[in-house]
Structures are given as structure tokens and as C-alpha cells.
């Protein structure tokens, strides 16, 4: 027991075979209990999103015969929010016949992860990942392709092979549009029913297992109950408690955490995802980063002054001035390191004083070498769309001037604890995609986030989902039983306390302090002292928040003062636990760099005999508010824990 959490029961993924891990997933999926087809149709499914897992698993679950209803709180299932994902996706194809293979793949993702994810998950993630190629590749995704006809690959960081398939800088937008064909297929065929502009306030627990959710129209502001046999969060990552990020403004922990405080253990909070490749921050005004693709790494060159404080302009500073640093300091990755290293190299540059453009934040990107080596032709056909989206923002051109780049927050390893199956610890709820924690440890390589996406809907959910399921269908529920009526009772508490304080401080107010604080104490580089301030600042604003907070307007009409009044209560709770989190684990891994675990030369410093586990958290009920650490052993039996190095 500490100050800050007490420490409960070990946890354990005991729906995993064990065995070699080859066949793992081919034995689990003998194994599990099937439904047969006339069953299907008699049993209901709630998906709550429509990205790339929400929108594949609804579709494929309808079209295995289950009856599904699908939410998201955009006006349209194909605006979620993986529509923005640009580099590619992962997939052990091996057609460049450079060595990828996989158990390559397998290999680079646990090593990635810096030893911090399950080799059963992430083996079978490589396993899938070939699967889904050809599945988009049949929807029809323009994949580009070679002079030849074949599918082209890339390379991303943390791999020395081109395992990368892409379409231009958008691919995720066109992998999520052949989700959204096959859901729209079934929405048209009555197998789905589609509810845009709903957010998911609660989760309805009945006999202990996951039987529906509270919904808000957030149209007309009107709430319902919804209920089915199971529910599947496809809601995403929570990177906005940091208030700027590269993810959408209306991204949130929400559906998560309403999980979470009904039992659903949430694993690994602090494990976030800086992504080394933005467009610097320029200025308070601004609500939101925007991304630059990895995939820009794979030809750009990553340099910033070797003088400090050098104003010049970048075509003014010679060759022999310039410090490629990447490609000095790690000279067989180079400029593909993971993004973890990529992210701490530029904000060691910059704490140094090299860094360039306002406020010395950001390194240069450079194409000169690329342009002159392949033809301006050449770049813009693979880059074109991402030059010009930079343009439009910075007013630079990229062809003529380096881009300028500088980190940001980007996706969260982090998310509700899953065993193999998928399944939370309250039965019934499934979680799928950003929205758990399972397959990327504590740093997730470039390219793999739509790889686990598509993986969890298409292959892994279908097939895992049905073991549950063969016990159906469950009773029949009404508004007026004792756990529906509580549930609603809770939303609308909730509601309307949000809209009585009467404050006279925004929420954009309350979120924007979270997000510095989070920023700086639990951002790139995290410190005993600084998490434990962390912590008491967070305590402090949420108090503020409960007596101070302006939500103008009414719960019964469209209300977006409202929607993200409830989001940053979530990211308050949220926030406090990812320091407790970082706070405990006094070691440095992938995206977790605590300050006093490193190497002599500033990498970060494992501790494998302390932490070689899984941080599930139970929410804090008891009167102290402390919440309770499960830790799930990790194993590793094929790819055994060594010092990370990318040099």
C-alpha cells in the first residue's frame, strides 16, 4: 500500500492456449464454442465506433447473421477518426523478399514494445496481419502499386524491412472507406442499425455481465437505454487528456471510462505515444497538432544545427554545419528509429539549444537529398498530398525549405485490460482496436495501429466473440429493471449536476490546464517529483471543477458545451490515474521515460525483474479513492528481454 494506490490480486489471461505459439491461435479458435447460424440471428450485438475496428467488426458480425446495432457520435460513420491516419499498415508479406517473415514481425513488434506486450497477442497480431491485406485488396483499396502492377511497400520505424502497404499519405482514410462499404452493405440489407450523433454514457451491467448502454441523441439530447447480448467498445484512444494531440477534437475516453468505473480493469494508463513527426505548436490559440506522416522518414532527413541558437535560414547553414543526428547516433536504423527514441532525440536537440524556428521547438525534415536523388516527380507522387496539406498550414513549401517538425501526443498504448478472447474483465464486453491495451506493450511502431484495428474486427472478434455468445441468448430486459433504471438515473445525475454549477470558468479552460500539466509532468520525461505534483494539481483542478465549470444551455437539445463538460470530467479521473501509473512504475520503457532510469547515454533503462508486467488498475470505490494495482505477469518464451538498441 502507498500514498497513492494499494495493491490487489494478481491477474491472469487464462483464455490464451498455451503451446507453441504458431498454432496458439489456430487451437484457440477449434476450441472456442461456435453459434450456429440460425442462433445468430437471435442474438444482438452492440458496437459502439465506427473506425477501423468498430466499422469491420459491425460489418462482419452482421454478416455472420448476428443482429448488430452500431453508435458513434459523428454525423457519419466513415468520419471517424481513423479516416486521419496517413503512413500505411503493417503486414508480413514479404513480397520485397528482404527477410520479413511472420515471425519477423512478431519479432520487431514485442522488440518495439520494449518488452511489454504478450507474445500470444502480438504472434497472432503478425499471423492476421496477412489476412488483411488481401481482404482490403478485395474491397477494392487503392493500395499503390509498382511500375509492374504489384503492391508497393515502405519501411516505418523500428524495422529494417518494407512491410508497409499505403495509399499515398491517406491510407487510413481509404481503408476506412472499405470498412464503411461493408457496414453500409449490411446497414442496407437490415442487418445493422446505424445510430449517428450518440454517445454511449453508460454501461448496463445486469447479473454481471455487459448488457447494454445508455445513449445521449446528441441532436435532440434525448436518452435511451440500449440492450443486446453483448457490447463491443471500438471507441479509441484517450491521447486528448493532453488537450493538444494529433487526434481529433472530439476523440475521448468516455465509453472507456464509464466501463472502467463499472468494474473493466484499465492497463497501462501512462503508456502514451509522442509521435516525432508534427507540426510544431504556434500558439495558444491553437485547439489541436497536426500530424506529418512517419512515412516521410523514409526518404527526409532529420538534422538541426550543430551550433546552439543559430537563426539562420536552413539553406544558409552548409553541409558541414548541419547535425544529421538520427543517423549519428543510431547508424543502422538512422532516421526509421521507433518513435519513442526518434521523439526524446528531438527534445534533447532542442533542450540543448539547436532547435529551430519559434521558440527553438522543432528539427528540420529535409527532402533535398530525396528530390535530387529521385526526381521531383518521383517525391510528389508519393508524398504529394502530405507536402501540400504542410503548405496550407505553415505557409512554407516543403520542395524548396525543410519541413519543421516537433513531437506530439499521438496514440496510447494504454487501454482497457483484455484477455486473448478480447474480453474485458466484465464479461460480455469485448474491446477492440486503440480502446485496449493489448498487442503494442509500451511503444507501438509505425504502421501498426490500422494492422490492429482491421486484425480485431475482420479475423479476431468474429472468431472469439462466438464462445461467449453460444451461451445466449440472455434474458430480455425492460426500462423499468432495477440496473436499466440505475444506470439511467446515473446519466442523468450526471447531467444535470454538469449543468447546475453555473461556473464561471469554461470547460476549453479546464481542459487546456489538464493538458499543460499532463504536458509537462507526464509528457516526454516523467520524474518522482513531478508525477507527484502531478497529482495534486490534477486533485486540485477537479475540485475546481466540480464548483466551477460554465455549461451553458439545456440536456434536451443539441449541447456541445455539454458533451465536452462530461469528456473532461472523464480526462480529470483519467489524468490522475495515468500519473499514479507512470508514478509506480519507477523504470523507462518505450514511451514511459522516467528521468531517474536511464542509461549512461540518456536511453532508456528497463527493470525487467520489477516490471515485467501488466498494470491493470480497478477503479478506485473505496472511501480512501485509492485505486487497486492487478499486475499480470509477462512472459516471454521466444523473444527474450535484451537491452533495445537501434545502433
Not at 440496473?483 to 481542459?511: C, M, N, W, Y
Request: charged share 25%; proline share 4%; net charge negative.
Amino acid at each position: 500500500m502507498t500514498d497513492f494506490w494499494t495493491e490487489g490480486d494478481p491477474i491472469a489471461d487464462t483464455a490464451a492456449p498455451d503451446g507453441p505459439v504458431e498454432t496458439r491461435w489456430e487451437r484457440r479458435k477449434f476450441s472456442a464454442k461456435l453459434v450456429n447460424p440460425a442462433n445468430r440471428r437471435k442474438l444482438t450485438v452492440i458496437v459502439v465506433g465506427t473506425g477501423l475496428a468498430g466499422g469491420s467488426a459491425a460489418a462482419t458480425l452482421a454478416e455472420a447473421g448476428y443482429r448488430v446495432k452500431s453508435y458513434c457520435y459523428q454525423d457519419s460513420p466513415r468520419r471517424a477518426h481513423s479516416i486521419a491516419a496517413q503512413g500505411g499498415i503493417n503486414a508480413a508479406k514479404n513480397y520485397r523478399n528482404d527477410g520479413d517473415s511472420v515471425y519477423r514481425l512478431f519479432y520487431d513488434t514485442v522488440k518495439g514494445g520494449d518488452f511489454r506486450a504478450r507474445e500470444s497477442n502480438v504472434y497472432r497480431l503478425a499471423q492476421v496481419s496477412v489476412n488483411i491485406i488481401d481482404q482490403c485488396v478485395a474491397q477494392g483499396v487503392p493500395f499503390a502499386r509498382e511500375y509492374g502492377g504489384l503492391l508497393d511497400n515502405r519501411s516505418f520505424g523500428g524495422t529494417q524491412v518494407s512491410r508497409t502497404f499505403y495509399a499515398r499519405g491517406q491510407t487510413g482514410q481509404q481503408l476506412l472507406l472499405g470498412a464503411y462499404q461493408a457496414l453500409e452493405r449490411q446497414i442496407g440489407l437490415g442487418n445493422v442499425e446505424m445510430n449517428s450523433r450518440h454517445e454511449m454514457l453508460e454501461l448496463i451491467i445486469v447479473d454481471g455481465k455487459a448488457r447494454g448502454i445508455v445513449v445521449r441523441d446528441m441532436v435532440t439530447g434525448e436518452i435511451t437505454t440500449e440492450y443486446a447480448d453483448a457490447v463491443v467498445l471500438a471507441s479509441g484512444g484517450y491521447g486528448n487528456v493532453f488537450f493538444l494531440s494529433t487526434n481529433a477534437k472530439g476523440c475521448n475516453v468516455t465509453a472507456s471510462w464509464r466501463a472502467h468505473r463499472k468494474g473493466a480493469l484499465f492497463a497501462n494508463p501512462c503508456y502514451t505515444q509522442i509521435h516525432p513527426t508534427c507540426i510544431p505548436e504556434s500558439g495558444s490559440h491553437q485547439s489541436k497538432l497536426t500530424l506529418m506522416s512517419e512515412s516521410l522518414r523514409n526518404d527526409g532527413r532529420v538534422w538541426v544545427p550543430k551550433g546552439q541558437r543559430d537563426t539562420r535560414k536552413a539553406a544558409d547553414i552548409p553541409e558541414d554545419e548541419r547535425d544529421y543526428y538520427l543517423e549519428r547516433i543510431y547508424p543502422s536504423f538512422g532516421n526509421l528509429v521507433p518513435r519513442d527514441i526518434a521523439s526524446r532525440a528531438a527534445k534533447n536537440v532542442c533542450d540543448e539549444g539547436r532547435g529551430v524556428g519559434p521558440g527553438g521547438l522543432g528539427v528540420y525534415l529535409d527532402f533535398a537529398d530525396a528530390i535530387k536523388r529521385l526526381g521531383r516527380k518521383a517525391v510528389e507522387a508519393k508524398y504529394g498530398n502530405l507536402f501540400e496539406m504542410y503548405q496550407r498550414i505553415t505557409g512554407d513549401d516543403p520542395y524548396e525549405t525543410p519541413m519543421r517538425i516537433y513531437p506530439a501526443v499521438h496514440y496510447t498504448m494504454g487501454g482497457l485490460w483484455v484477455d486473448y478472447d478480447l474480453q474485458s474483465t466484465i464479461p460480455g464486453l469485448f474491446v477492440v482496436g486503440e480502446a485496449n491495451f493489448s498487442d503494442h506493450g509500451a511503444n507501438r511502431l509505425g504502421a501498426s495501429a490500422l494492422m490492429q484495428g482491421l486484425a480485431d474486427g475482420y479475423f479476431v472478434l468474429p472468431n472469439t466473440i462466438n464462445n461467449y455468445l453460444a451461451a445466449g441468448p440472455f434474458p430480455s430486459l425492460s426500462d423499468n429493471d432495477a440496473p436499466v433504471v440505475e444506470a439511467r438515473r446515473q446519466v442523468e445525475d450526471r447531467i444535470s449536476k454538469l449543468l447546475s454549477i453555473d461556473g464561471d470558468r469554461t470547460v476549453d479552460s479546464f481542459h487546456r490546464e489538464l493538458g499543460h500539466i499532463m504536458w509537462e509532468y507526464c509528457g516526454m520525461e516523467r520524474t518522482e517529483e513531478g508525477l507527484t505534483k502531478a497529482i495534486g494539481l490534477i486533485r486540485a483542478l477537479k475540485e475546481e471543477f466540480w464548483t466551477r465549470v460554465k455549461v451553458p444551455g439545456k440536456g434536451e437539445e443539441l449541447n456541445q458545451n455539454l458533451e465536452k463538460a462530461g469528456r473532461v470530467a472523464d480526462f480529470l479521473e483519467l489524468g490522475e490515474l495515468m500519473c499514479i501509473d507512470a508514478l509506480h512504475r519507477r523504470e523507462s520503457c518505450g514511451g514511459h521515460f522516467r528521468a531517474e532510469s536511464q542509461t549512461p547515454d540518456g536511453e532508456a533503462l528497463r527493470h525487467d525483474d520489477e516490471f515485467s508486467y501488466v498494470a491493470a488498475w480497478e477503479y478506485a470505490t473505496a472511501e480512501d479513492g485509492k485505486p487497486t494495482l492487478h499486475k499480470e505477469a509477462l512472459d516471454f518464451e521466444y523473444v527474450h528481454p535484451s537491452t533495445r538498441s537501434y545502433k
